[in-house]
């Protein structure tokens, strides 16, 4: 099955700066790259996805890469605020079908004032 | 209601007990998840199902019984369950066949087992 390793597991930056998280998967069948963000005591909310055909995706702050030959993505934050700070996770899944995520540990990024 | 909605939002309960984990989608979705988040550990599924039937248990003990009775409900039942089963179980939807693959899920379930 679908492995996914995330680093760093915490990730400290002064506000402002910017912040990358790194995540490498095993299974090539797999599609599909969502990231969440998870708050404390709420859900993971998804803040960006990137699909295999694709391999950068931006959305004002925040984007994501993909290198699929190498089978691994990152989500990069730009110019970041207080309110980045939280838990982010990465997943991986063929897509498409009913098809579980399998989820990287999580980062936990601190942002600096 | 929007969303995934999920209740109750705590819960704990003795090894002895009997209760259940409630999820409702408002999105039109036909495809509802079950997730486990335990600390130190990453989010790892449970139970699939797809147009109100199962298609994944993934090797999770009889102690949890999930339930799918329409595609906008879908319930989680414990018993006899242990202290290591206390964790925060999601929900997550998806709409299968389509054009998009996101998964949106709920607030969750603090479960505590005594």
């Known amino acids: 099955g679908e492995n996914v390793e995330q680093h760093p597991s915490t990730l400290s930056v002064q506000e402002g700066d910017s912040a990358v998280i790194k995540c490498t998967y095993s299974d090539s069948a797999s599609n599909y790259f969502p990231w969440y963000k998870q708050e404390l005591g709420k859900g993971p909310q998804l803040i960006i996805d990137?699909?295999?055909?694709?391999g950068e995706k931006k959305d004002q702050r925040i984007a994501v890469t993909l290198n699929k030959t190498a089978k691994h993505f990152s989500l990069h934050i730009t110019e970041t605020q207080p309110e980045d700070s939280a838990v982010y996770f990465c997943?991986?899944?063929?897509?498409?079908?009913?098809?579980?995520?399998?989820f990287g540990k999580g980062t936990h990024l601190i942002i600096q004032p | 209601e929007t969303g995934v909605t999920q209740t109750p939002r705590h819960l704990v309960m003795g090894m002895t007990n009997k209760k259940s984990l409630k999820c409702e989608q408002h999105?039109?979705?036909?495809?509802m998840y079950w997730y486990k988040q335990s600390a130190k550990k990453p989010l790892e599924l449970m139970f699939v199902y797809s147009l109100e039937e199962r298609v994944e248990n993934n090797s999770v003990p009889s102690r949890f019984s999930p339930e799918c009775p329409n595609s906008s409900h879908l319930f989680l039942h414990l018993h006899t369950l242990q202290p290591e089963d206390s964790a925060l179980y999601l929900c997550?939807?998806?709409?299968?066949?389509?054009?998009?693959?996101?998964?949106?899920f709920g607030p969750g379930t603090r479960l505590t087992v005594t």
């Open positions: 990137i699909r295999s055909n694709v």
């Open positions: 999105l039109g979705h036909n495809a």
């Open positions: 997943a991986a899944t063929p897509g498409g079908g009913a098809d579980g995520l399998t």
């Open positions: 997550a939807s998806s709409q299968v066949g389509g054009a998009t693959y996101e998964q949106y």
